[in-house]
């Protein structure tokens, strides 16, 4: 097939906002990390394209985070296009009672795309409703967080080959974890078997697994990390949040049975993928980032590339 | 007339600074408005200019304001300058007790210009006194904030076609709003009739109101909203800021009485404009967003064009 | 010599981190000297270069230092580079408990370089080992600041010449100053007489004093600065801190005794030269800002050559 036959084949997102780990087709999913993995090839020959030359992105952090910030910043700048930034809440106009709506309309005259986290749920709806520009939600509260999914699905296939037939330990805060549920209703397309490991008060809501279970999806939840994670294909670590417990002893119990370290390692599978959305505390010690399966930092890479895949494709450019 | 012709009639801002609302002749700010216009036109044919490749322009926000700061950072990027930005005090020298003389005299041996908000008044121009490049004043305090002011005029004319004869009402909070005094200097070179509506509290102060009449503008003082912007081709509108009242029940009293919703505007002139320097909190009603005359979003955009232009201008690329 | 020699007696820095004052060869500080030099002419000339044009670096502040990150903002971008950046380390994963080797990792997928100044010591080292990509020390606390040290020594060579037998004295707080502790290191190896003019509760450790007579130095300690300024080419001016002092009146008495104004300077050497890294609060008065030999804010502008070169050759550009 011809360059030209080949993305007639792609499916279009220009103009879309990115709001929801589960708005996405199949096809639309496959389309974003074929131009992805174009764009990481790409990148090993130059520093930087410049597909997205004169356009900007506005990064609104209502609530602060450097990682997914520059993430996005580093995207846009890899495609050539320019940044503005506000990087917290304090700085700006919500302090004086601007609701996200307006300050979505207000940004919309001055950049080509928003990427905005806000702590509260639904508020990137609000902003995408409001403004006339694309708008991608980097988190909204206990909500969504799509762009950590499609990164997370990317980084899956490179190390696995494949999503299909996987056996995944999703594991840690299943309840508050906004990553894990968006992740869980893209693995749901590709028939893994899941398996939800954490403590019986951090447990995935009734509601995303029965959704899972009714779509045919296997699903065992488990509060023993061993059992889950010898027959899994990918360990899905995340962080147990002191904060969300209002028993201290009950935190220290809870956070010990949730660790991966170079001794446990050992019992798993030998081609086993650990990956974590980031910031690690101590769920996954020091010794295991040397091990290859060890992906969370190639995580992040990619994430630079499904990033740059969504920019130049709500953008037109794909 | 050739284009060489055209501009030779052009005013220059070549390595002015830009600090006060009444600095401008009126050929300046013929011209500020024609390159705006200009800028604006290339706009629509492509993403940004190349005319400050290279250049760079610092922001120095010892207040914060997301607003002011994006759109400034936003007219330098569309005309490929590059951005240096200290988006608070918190992080800034003045910390560890800086003159803002010193700070501005430093970063301008970094930057071609340099963007100066801060709370205290004269403050941009003991910068600009300092330093030897061009300094913008982006508002010190209740001082002034002379770019809000003329992207006010560009706007009044592209929505009014012209800014002679008009009845305008400026209306809330008139005697700290810093908009407004360096709007109303403007406005009194084109024989505008002004309304002045405001709590009593909060009225348009002594000084102005008697230097405008002075000039011969018609001026009338009114607590009635109706009154004024029945006879009026524009409102601007104002935030009444609860913190400049020790009485809440005056507050809470005096804010309901200058608000602006859909069924206020049927008393109203068909074409009458409705501007607000933004953010506004509730003195105009969502419904009233929907009105062809409520142009506050077109007027943030407009603000982009007017910063591009005076930067280019103190630049020497315009 | 023709140009591809002269290039070929240049020392490299390919991909090395600069992390310690004293970690320079005489040979790579020469090159660097002379690259900083190169980019001083050819900034006359035009307002950027292209060197660097689809390199991004990350500025990585968890200690704010506006001064300092917009310094190497400004060089990465009048290389053409990009920047990333945190400015505070309150948006920064460290609030949620990340180490500074993890953030370095992570920031390494985004980024070329990592600038980096931290409040502990060693920190700028742990990000250095952690990260793949070259890391900048931009100060760790009461640790080094290497690119303050080679631009004073940029600006010594400027306005002295060469720095071959000065005379010169360090004066203020050189307890905790660390940019005189980097300095000195860097002078010691151009037989440089230095006198320490410290309060005495301020005085240079004891550590470096001796390592330096060891290595043949002239070190002469006074609390005197008259007596040392007479005799001194160069002043290097630095600011007393009141939080350093546990009883206020003893800083009061101390902090008069170490400011230099246009009286004082008539006494002084006629070619003088003054430095300061900045910010001062009243230890250089105004009146000696007008002096030729005031070269603060020279030094101010030096740092970007400076840091310019660094990013070039440690990216393999120069």
Known sequence: MDEQGRYETMASLKGKDILHGNQFSKKEIDSIMKVASDFEKELKKKDSLSLLKGKILATLFFE????????????????????????????????????????????????????????RIGSAKEAAD???????????????????????????RKEQGSLKNLVVSMVGDLKYGRTVHALVELLSLSQAKLYFVSPSTLRMPEEITSNLRGKGVEVVETENLMEAASKSDLLYMTRIQKERFEDLSEYERVKGSFIVNGEFLKKLKKKITILHPLPRVDEISQDVDFYPGAAYFRQVRNGVFVRMALLAMILGKR
Chains 1, 2, 3 share one sequence.
Not at 72 to 86: D, N, W, Y
Not at 131 to 156: E, F, S, W
Request: glycine letters at 8%; proline letters at 6%; hydrophobic letters at 40%.
């Open 130 to 156: 409001a403004a006339p520009i694309p708008v991608i939600n980097a988190g909204d509260g206990a909500g969504q967080h799509p762009t950590q999914a499609l990164l997370d699905i990317y980084t899956i």
């Open 64 to 119: 602060p985070s450097t990682r997914t910030r520059l993430s996005f910043e580093t995207a846009m700048q890899r495609l050539a296009g320019g940044v503005i930034s506000m990087a917290s809440a304090e700085s700006s106009s919500a302090a004086k009672g601007e609701t996200v709506a307006d300050t979505a309309r207000t940004v919309s005259q001055y950049a080509d795309v928003i990427v905005i986290r806000h702590p």
